[in-house]
Structure formats: C-alpha cells, structure tokens
C-alpha cells in the first residue's frame, strides 16, 4: 500500500466532509488490495434518510487508489436506527437454518429480495432474531408489503451520481442538500473552456433523468442572475442578523444550502423558523419546527406586497452533473 496515496485520500476525504470512520474503512480496503471498492453511508436529513456509495479503483498502472465519484440517493421511508441493518432471509439448504443478506442501502436490499425465486422476508433490524418484517414472498410472488413501506418498495430511490476531482466537487453534506431539493452556493466551477465562475447550483427534481439516470443541475450564476443573498437577508426582522458573527455562520448554512434555525418575532413573541435560500425567486423559505411553510411576509421589516418576480427562464442553465469541479 502506498501510504503517499493513502494520506492524500484522507485528505481528499476530509476535505469532502466525510468521517474519520468512513477513512478508516477505506485504508482496511487499501491494505487489502483489492482492485476496487465500494464504502457507505447513511445520513439522516430533513426529508428522510440519505445513502452514500463511495467508489474507489486501483488504478491499471500502479498500486494507487483514486476517489472520482460517489452516488446519493433519498429515502424518504423511516430511517435505519442505530445499529440496524435492512435483512433479506430466505430458506438455506440446510433443513432448519435460513440465509440472511444484510444492506445497509435500501434500495440494493429490495433488489436482492425480488430476485429471489423461492420463499423470502425483507426485513430491518440488528439481526435476524430482533427483526420487524417489511415484505414477503412465497414461490416467487410478493404476497405482503408493509403499509408503510409500500412507498418505498415500489419506488426504491435512484441515486444521483457526485463527480469529484481529487477532493474538489459538492461537499456530502451539500450532496445531501442537493438531493432534498435545496440550492448550493459554489465559487470554485468551471467552464468547460476552463474558465472560473461562480453559481447557486440546484437539482432539477421535477425534470426527466439523463441517458445516466441523473438529475440535471440548474445554474443560477453570480452576480449574473441577480440573486443577492446579503440583501434578501436584510429585508427581514431576523435577530442573528445583529451580530456580525452570526450573521456570518448564518450566510455560511445557506450558501451550504443547510436549513438553519433563526429567531424572528411573530404575534408578539420570539419563535424558531427553518429557512432555506431560493435562488430562483431571489427569496428565503420560512418553515416551522414541524416542517409547516411560514408566510415570510409577515417577517419583513416593513410590511409589504412581495414583488419578487421570476426570473426569466433563459438565465437559468441546466446542465450536467460533470460541467465543473
């Protein structure tokens, strides 16, 4: 194992926010030499649990390891709890004993499941023995699905594949902003001309995948579009805006595209608001502890008809996932 590439793979690791667990698993798989490897991930997010897949290759010319992309993928089904695993049990050749597969990615343990010809169970827990039942089949056919994972058994999340370039590329908690539908300010793209500039990047979720099964990405380029984040802040009563450090924090999260928390005065009294970065609209989301919309409006210094008006459909880019670094 060349330990040069392995202290520059945690860095490129760190750099990219994931944890020091997930680089400890990737150096075991270096020290392995194994020709390729898959490490993952789970995040919980505002909208359900978030897989990661990281996808590593030796390259054909030496014992080097490279990091060029990994995929994200939202499942908006309950969430693994700690220590549990997704199991897919079926009868093994030994009278009395079953086969357990464990997933930790949703969407692979469903795969595995309906391959099955026979009789199966895909369940979730720590193991076999502490188990709740999600889906069975007999003979080959589904005959029960969960209720509640119904959702999600007939609509398995795709991933959307994450582009990086030693270390350089959407961060994982931007990745997992990206895939819950916020915006993400970048300073560091490029044209395919290699020229430098600068946009609030968004996945068009409402669009068709492209012949790779991903989402497209809409550019809204700074200043160009028109979207100023320091003047949308200032038309509203938000009391970390006073203090110049928390100002700083606050504007940091949504450029991030995070959901931070602010505190604003409604009815009389101080409450906790989500808000989010629309750069599209030139405007902020407000949302309640429970996710509920708030009427921003009702937060602005001075009382007011919003006037934002959309922005013209030709400042928008779409593009793909692998236009910049």
Not at 47 to 66: H, M, P, R, V
């Amino acid at each position: 194992m060349n330990l040069n590439n392995l202290e520059n793979l945690k860095s490129e690791m760190k750099n990219l926010g994931f944890s020091k667990e997930l680089q400890e698993k990737m150096e075991e798989n270096m020290k392995a030499n194994l020709p390729e490897f898959v490490l993952k991930d789970q995040i919980n997010g505002h909208k359900g649990q978030i897989d990661l897949n990281l996808y590593f290759k030796q390259s054909g010319q030496s014992e080097n390891y490279y990091l060029n992309k990994y995929d994200v993928a939202l499942n908006e089904g309950k969430p693994l709890e700690a220590g549990q695993q997704y199991l897919v049990i079926s009868p093994s050749e030994t009278a009395g004993k079953n086969n357990v597969y464990k997933r930790e990615n949703v969407a692979e343990a469903i795969e595995v499941f309906k391959k099955h010809s026979g009789n199966a169970e895909l369940a979730v827990g720590k193991d076999a023995a502490h188990k709740t039942k999600l889906a069975t089949m007999e003979q080959g056919k589904i005959n029960y699905v969960d209720k509640e994972f119904g959702r999600t058994f007939r609509n398995p999340p795709l991933p959307q594949t994450i582009w990086v370039e030693r270390g350089k590329g959407f961060t994982a908690s931007q990745s997992v902003n990206l895939i819950e539908g916020r915006a993400v300010y970048r300073e560091d793209m490029l044209t395919q001309g290699g020229l430098p500039y600068k946009a609030w990047m968004k996945l068009d979720l409402d669009g068709p995948r492209d012949r790779h099964m991903n989402f497209n990405m809409n550019q809204y380029h700074d200043p160009s579009y028109g979207f100023n984040l320091k003047e949308v802040l200032d038309k509203f009563n938000i009391k970390e805006l006073e203090n110049p450090k928390e100002r700083e924090k606050l504007e940091t999260q949504l450029k991030n595209g995070d959901r931070p928390i602010i505190t604003v005065e409604k009815n009389g009294e101080q409450v906790k608001l989500h808000i989010e970065a629309v750069p599209r609209y030139s405007q902020l989301n407000m949302f309640a502890a429970n996710g509920k919309s708030e009427k921003r409006e009702q937060f602005l210094k001075e009382p007011a008809v919003d006037k934002s008006v959309t922005k013209s459909k030709g400042k928008e880019v779409s593009a793909s996932q692998g236009l910049g670094v």
